[in-house]
């Protein structure tokens, strides 16, 4: 058995795009957006235990443990596969909660994973996404780990290769309810379906943007600041916003100028996911496992 400890990465995503097509009648909302990785993210570092127990630390504050994203995600590999090993897993955690770059979705993806991979469960990249989604509706694009166009409630993915943009990200001092936006009687829900070589072609834009920006002025405040220097936008529901750069050096500059009130990153746009190419790097030394 592996003893070691190793670390895997949890990167963020952005939604490049947010379109909202309709109202289910079941309440969830159909959409299409365009999900792309970029290359900073949580760590997530697991050794394996003898007995059966899943240990997640830090605890998280006002979240119990049966709620843990993480836990729930080795819990579910576990009774799925009926393995008998279990995990210490400990995250550092550097994406914002409630910013809309994908945080809790991407550590529990990158706990199915990683947790596939040592335990030996062998589950398809397929069945892992169907577990995924029972966490979140963003888990399953992380576990497969390629930029997508996805649709319906954002299950159905067509993967694609965005250009990789350097991104400044910034977030206000502020979480955004996700429900919040999508019960929101204002929030666009006609936007009309088009395939994904138009959608990736035409100018970008998020539905959810006036909405947020309407309920969370701090929101409006730092996308306005961002303008003044690139294409920017809100991605998924917030609060965090982002602008799209040519190089790493134009991101940096203006990354320096932001408000000391907002805290964010410089990232580059990738079309596979870290975890993914650190995964693959594993495979090729395999003295590690």
């Known amino acids: 058995m592996m003893t070691?400890?190793?670390?895997?990465p949890c990167p963020a995503k952005l939604n490049l795009f947010l379109y909202i097509n309709g109202r289910r009648e079941d309440g969830y909302h159909e959409l299409q957006t365009l999900f792309q990785f970029v290359d900073f993210g949580d760590d997530l570092t697991i050794s394996l235990r003898e007995d059966n127990k899943i240990i997640v630390t830090p605890e998280l504050d006002d979240v119990p443990m049966e709620r843990n994203l993480i836990y729930r995600a080795a819990k579910l590999l576990q009774d799925k596969t009926g393995c008998t090993q279990g995990a210490n897993l400990d995250l550092v955690k550097r994406l914002p909660m409630g910013g809309g770059v994908?945080?809790?979705?991407?550590d529990a993806a990158t706990a199915l994973v990683a947790l596939n991979l040592l335990w030996k469960t062998n589950l398809s990249l397929d069945e892992l996404a169907r577990l995924g989604l029972q966490l979140g509706a963003d888990v399953p694009v992380f576990v497969y780990g390629k930029s997508a166009f996805a649709e319906g409630v954002g299950e159905k993915f067509q993967f694609c290769e965005p250009a990789e943009k350097w991104y400044v990200?910034?977030?206000?001092?502020?979480?955004?309810?996700t429900a919040t936006v999508f019960n929101n009687p204002f929030?666009?829900?006609?936007?009309?379906?088009?395939?994904?070589?138009?959608?990736?072609?035409?100018?970008?834009h998020n539905d959810c943007e006036k909405v947020v920006k309407n309920h969370y002025p701090e929101v409006e405040e730092t996308l306005m600041w961002l303008l003044q220097y690139a294409p920017a936008r809100l991605t998924g529901t917030g609060a965090?916003?982002?602008?799209?750069?040519?190089?790493?050096?134009?991101?940096?500059?203006?990354?320096?100028?932001?408000?000391?009130?907002?805290?964010?990153?410089?990232?580059?746009?990738?079309?596979?996911?870290?975890?993914?190419?650190?995964v693959?790097?594993?495979h090729k030394q395999r003295n590690l496992l």
Do not use: Y
Not at 4 to 8: E, G, K, N
């Open 102 to 106: 994908g945080g809790g979705s991407s």
């Open 240 to 278: 965090c916003v982002f602008a799209e750069f040519d190089d790493e050096q134009s991101a940096q500059s203006v990354f320096a100028k932001k408000p000391q009130a907002v805290s964010g990153f410089v990232a580059r746009g990738r079309n596979i996911s870290p975890l993914h190419e650190f």
């Open 280 to 282: 693959d790097q594993l």
């Open 4 to 8: 070691t400890p190793i670390t895997f």
């Open 187 to 204: 929030l666009t829900r006609n936007t009309p379906k088009r395939g994904m070589e138009i959608c990736l072609n035409s100018p970008h």
């Open 169 to 177: 990200v910034l977030k206000p001092n502020i979480s955004v309810c």
